[in-house]
């Protein structure tokens, strides 16, 4: 009986012994360690960083949002410990989507920079022409205040029908330009300016991407 048992004991321990040196360790240390899953011998999908594997060569489908499926083949020996480090690169849709994204905001900026810069010149000219306004309006009145003070006949005939008439005229110029700049000025702030290099409706790029999409397939 004794040696009954020991008998079986000595199977399981070779057993174990047998078991222990057909299988190894693999810890996977992927980038993007927090996103990423894979497929193991065409069979598991699985996320686990530690595995304890048989031996024989394994099939990994790595995958992760926003990157490409890569495959890759490990081969295990009994008592490996082995450590792979794979960084997936990006998909092509995600490289296309960020170029796009880009682009889009680049657009936006322009379309929100070029009613501003334009709102912005059309105030400054305004206060041009105001200040031409003023300067006509003031000399209009210093010539106004010389005639009703003018003693002398000549003087009062020279304001009359040559100085006033000039000025005069200048000022209703002066009074029309300004008019002018300052109705550009309200229409640019009220009205959207439509740049049209930006279409208006144009929508922000988007990315569709479905987690274990590439694995499922």
């Known amino acids: 009986m004794v040696g009954k048992v020991f008998s079986i004991l000595t199977f399981i321990m070779i057993a174990l012994v047998a078991t222990a040196q057909s299988s190894g360790k693999l810890h996977l ?32 489908s790595f995958w992760a949002p926003q990157r490409k499926l890569m495959d890759t083949t490990i081969t295990i020996a009994g008592g490996d410990n082995k450590t792979l480090a794979l960084r997936l690169p990006f998909s092509a849709e995600y490289l296309v989507y960020q170029r796009d994204l880009k682009a889009y905001r680049k657009d936006m900026r322009i379309q929100r920079l070029i009613p501003a810069g334009a709102t912005g010149a059309s105030l400054i000219y305004t206060a041009v022409k105001y200040g031409k306004m003023k300067k006509a309006h003031d000399r209009l009145e210093d010539d106004r205040k010389a005639y009703d003070e003018a003693g002398a006949p000549n003087a009062i005939t020279v304001l009359k029908d040559e100085t006033i008439p000039s000025h005069k005229d200048d000022f209703e110029k002066a009074r029309t330009g300004y008019r002018v700049s300052a109705g550009i000025t309200v229409l640019s702030r009220v009205s959207p300016l439509t740049c049209t290099c930006v279409p208006r409706n144009r929508r922000s790029p988007f990315l569709l991407t479905r987690r274990k999409c590439a694995l499922t397939d």
């Open 29 to 60: 240390l992927i980038d993007p360690p927090a996103t990423f899953s894979y497929k193991l011998d065409h069979r598991f999908i699985m996320q686990q960083a530690g595995l304890e594997l048989l031996e024989g060569a394994h099939h990994f």
